[in-house]
């Protein structure tokens, strides 16, 4: 599909292959790995995202007259609203009960990850735009003649200029960790109060005395052994909370082999045998908790993999924040405190478009409310608190 603007040309691609990789990646920067062509790659190649799973590519790709890639975005056409993270489930329910046809819809995200980064790529010094990025994924949206075009888990410049496009706004929450300088992880016990302190100490002890090794794996040093422990990790997790898995068995390795040594595989091992591991992406400033698995049950296991080496592997890197994925009000006591995330909804129908909107401004009054009430269980020292 081709739709023209003025001095541009918006191009969709059913594959992310269509479009150089140099290219892409001369748009999407080297900050955020879930939008960099070899993660989308990956998603792709390894059969994750694609007919089975209901993610359909339409890479969006913006040029000027002289064919340079101007802007990108990783875009799928979805005729469901799973894998997303950002629930619009009500929305389309309330919009076919009322005789109108939400899907296919455009989303555009990093799949399956709630990962929040840059949605639409713009190429440094092009001089081209966000809104200019928006205005042509909406005429697409217009000429294929669909409901919506969803930018999930967008930064918070893209969320802004978005709204100021016409772009319904979505507040969500997750828990981050932000790295207040420390140098090392009994800095960032000290930054605690003193029975949250004990309560942290005591986990991490319990953890590290029940018998298992701790190591921790990047790129080239992940094996296939490694691999298919995790992969039997995923599984069991997601056959257990979820029932149906997104990512297949190639795709792990397939990550470790574009992305190298972003990817992070924090292993817990009995007798050398893999027995748990957590798996996480290196930006340029942050460490991204992805998926995790384990098989058995040890105490604070979970705590220890997910968050706590998260926690020591970015101090010792020098990163600014571990992002710990979805959900997990439990994060809070583990110092990863509530922070915002965005996304922004182009919906083409007048009244949907209305009524989601009231919904949303009553839901971000609430989010907010909801992140400043958990705040104050908050585990770090109040000013001026001392032991």
């Given at each position: 599909m081709s739709s023209s603007m003025t001095d541009l040309t918006l191009t969709l691609h059913r594959c992310i292959t269509d479009i150089p990789a140099a290219d892409w990646n001369a748009c999407a920067g080297e900050t955020n790995p879930f939008v960099s062509h070899e993660f989308l790659l990956a998603v792709e190649e390894s059969g994750s995202a694609g007919p089975r799973t209901g993610w359909?590519?339409?890479?969006?790709?913006?040029r000027n007259t002289a064919g340079l890639l101007v802007a990108a975005a990783p875009m799928y056409a979805k005729t469901h609203s799973y894998g997303?993270?950002?629930?619009?489930?009500?929305?389309a329910h309330a919009f076919e009960r009322a005789g109108g046809k939400y899907y296919p819809k455009l989303q555009v995200a990093s799949p399956f990850s709630p990962v929040p980064g840059p949605r639409l790529l713009l190429r440094p010094d092009s001089g081209i735009t966000t809104a200019a990025m928006a205005q042509a994924l909406v005429q697409a949206c217009d000429e294929l003649d669909l409901s919506s075009v969803h930018a999930t888990f967008c930064t918070p410049e893209e969320w802004q200029c978005l709204g100021e496009q016409g772009w319904l706004q979505r507040m969500g929450m997750q828990f981050h960790w932000d790295?207040?300088?420390?140098?090392?992880f009994d800095d960032f016990l000290g930054a605690l109060s003193s029975r949250k302190r004990k309560s942290l100490k005591r986990e991490r002890r319990d953890a590290n005395s029940c018998g298992l090794e701790y190591v921790t794996l990047r790129g080239s040093e992940i094996g296939k052994r490694e691999w298919d422990a995790f992969y039997q990790f995923y599984s069991s997790t997601v056959d257990r909370k979820w029932g149906s898995a997104y990512l297949t068995e190639e795709f792990f390795p397939l990550?470790?082999?574009?992305?190298?040594?972003?990817?992070?595989?924090?292993?817990?091992?009995?007798?050398?045998?893999?027995?748990?591991?957590?798996?996480?992406?290196m930006g340029a400033d942050t460490l991204y908790g992805r998926n995790w698995g384990c098989l058995g049950d040890w105490p604070f296991l979970h705590f220890e993999l997910c968050y706590y080496r998260a926690i020591d592997f970015a101090i010792t890197q020098g990163l600014a924040r571990v992002e710990a994925g979805a959900q997990g009000e439990h994060k809070i006591q583990r110092g990863y405190l509530p922070t915002p995330t965005f996304s922004a909804h182009w919906i083409a129908h007048p009244g949907l478009r209305r009524a989601v909107g009231s919904f949303l401004e009553e839901e971000r009054i609430g989010k907010l409310g909801e992140m400043e009430a958990l705040m104050a269980y908050s585990p770090y020292k109040k000013l001026g608190e001392t032991d």
């Open positions: 359909l590519p339409q890479h969006a790709a913006l997303e993270y950002v629930f619009d489930h009500g929305w790295n207040k300088g420390y140098q090392t990550l470790g082999k574009r992305l190298g040594d972003r990817v992070v595989l924090m292993l817990a091992l009995e007798a050398g045998r893999p027995v748990a591991g957590a798996l996480n992406l």
